[in-house]
């Protein structure tokens, strides 16, 4: 167990639709990092946060957006849903006052779009 | 971009065998580096990482890196494999300029045959 928490666990959405996964940090990490990872890949970073600010974002349209809130739990919002957005969603939570350290991992959302 | 490359996809070996995977991340400066374990129906573990000094890096359930600056490359190495070492295993880099993001290899499935 890593104090990660992901919420929900799988989730079937309807190209076109809105979606929003949760994830709760591990206790003393104020920094939440978001990653795609599609079948067969290894996860791919979408965004971070840093005390409610966005820090830092990859290669993700704008449709990808998020939300940290002042109990460091974060939200990923995906808007107009396409079929290659299907894939796991993952929530890491690290601490940025030290460089030198590791992100823990939350056991990620499975998002299916039909 | 960075970049992290993982030379094999798939890895199937019996138990006991000894276990190499590669793992090669393009310049970019001072990098951290990590490797994740994915095991089946479960989130991403570390297994070890390296910030500095030695760079023979020992980690959790025998499992090993050495970094080779020169080289740019990360190898995992485990001299006796396990049928529960079945999983999927992750490179991740982390250049120090880009900020507190990860950037992941592919992944190599590995298949320990009991």
């Known amino acids: 167990e890593t104090g990660v928490t992901q919420s929900p666990t799988h989730l079937i959405k309807t190209r076109g639709q809105q979606v929003t996964l949760r994830c709760s940090s591990q206790?003393?990490?104020?920094?939440v990092s978001w990653y795609q990872q599609a079948l067969g890949q290894g996860p791919q970073f979408i965004f971070q946060?840093?005390?409610?600010?966005?820090?830092g974002r990859g290669n993700f349209p704008p449709r990808f957006s998020g939300l940290q809130f002042p109990n460091y739990s974060s939200e990923l919002n995906v808007n107009a849903l396409e079929l290659d957005d299907s894939a796991l969603y993952l929530c890491?939570?690290?601490?940025?006052?030290?460089?030198?350290?590791?992100?823990?991992f939350g056991q990620g959302t499975r998002l299916t779009v039909v | 971009a960075q970049s992290v490359s993982q030379h094999n996809h798939h890895v199937i070996l019996s138990e006991a065998a000894s276990l190499e995977l590669g793992c090669n991340y393009s310049?970019?400066?001072?990098?951290?580096l990590f490797w994740y374990v994915q095991y089946p129906g479960q989130h991403l573990q570390l297994l070890l990482k390296?910030?500095?000094?030695?760079?023979l890096v020992k980690g959790i359930k025998g499992f090993e890196a050495e970094f080779i600056k020169s080289k740019f490359s990360f190898n995992l190495r485990k001299p006796s494999v396990q049928w529960s070492d079945t999983a999927e295993y992750f490179c991740a880099v982390n250049w120090k300029a880009a900020g507190n993001k990860l950037t992941f290899g592919g992944g190599t499935r590995v298949l320990v045959k009991p």
């Open positions: 946060y840093y005390r409610e600010e966005e820090n």
């Open positions: 310049y970019g400066g001072t990098v951290n």
């Open positions: 890491a939570s690290s601490s940025p006052t030290d460089m030198n350290t590791e992100a823990f």
């Open positions: 390296y910030f500095s000094g030695d760079p």
């Open positions: 206790s003393g990490h104020n920094t």
